[in-house]
């Protein structure tokens, strides 16, 4: 079985919805940190669309979200302790 594939704002909305539940609803995750995660090395595309964008799985959003997350709730004020 094949994993779902996510363009850059599809997985800005699962990783917010993922995040959200951590903070409180405090911090929003928006298509260019998903860029900027894949930028980064954070995140790996797994496929391009039929107009070149990347394409994501669930699963490598999932671990994006959480590498970073202790750094984007530090910056919105939230601790990780």
């Given at each position: ?56 799985t669930r699963t490598g959003i999932a671990l ?18």
């Amino acid at each position: 079985m094949t994993e779902e594939l996510y363009t850059a704002p599809e997985a800005a909305e699962l990783a917010t919805t993922w995040r959200r539940i951590v903070s409180a609803g405090a911090a929003a995750v928006t298509a260019t940190t998903i860029r900027s995660w894949a930028h980064r090395g954070h995140l790996h595309a797994a496929g391009i669309d039929e107009t070149g964008r990347a394409l994501y799985t669930r699963t490598g959003i999932a671990l994006a979200e959480r590498a970073t997350r202790a750094r984007a709730l530090r910056l919105v004020g939230i601790s990780t302790h």
